[in-house]
């Protein structure tokens, strides 16, 4: 594959199409076994980790923390909505509800 000639020229878009294919190609490749048991083992690991994070997160509880919490998830999610908007060629909206300091509700583009 060209992946190390092109990873630092091509558009994130480009670069994520590359992936795809290269992934979908290896895992034809793989014997049936082999894929039913990665699958279980991914499965298990995604369940252990999903328990430890809800157990261990800490939740906001006020409207102040929510306020919060909301404005920090703006630094992750605007670049991730960027990137799904060129991947797929299309709008992407995100909504996020919960309550702010004083009760109004607060839409955000």
């Not at 083992?41 to 919060?68: F, G, Q, R």
Request: proline letters at 5%; glycine letters at 4%; a negative charge.
């Amino acid at each position: 594959m060209r992946w190390n000639e092109l990873k630092d020229v091509l558009p994130g878009t480009a670069c994520l199409g590359l992936v795809k294919e290269f992934i979908k190609e290896s895992w034809s490749k793989e014997t049936a076994q082999f894929c039913m048991v990665l699958k279980k083992e991914v499965n298990d690991t995604y369940a252990a980790d999903l328990e430890v994070y809800i157990t261990s997160t800490p939740k906001p509880h006020s409207a102040c923390e929510y306020h919060e919490a909301m404005t920090d998830a703006l630094n992750t999610l605007i670049p991730f909505a960027n990137v799904v908007a060129q991947q797929f060629g299309m709008s992407v909206v995100i909504l996020m509800v919960g309550p702010l300091n004083d009760g109004k509700v607060v839409v955000r583009r």
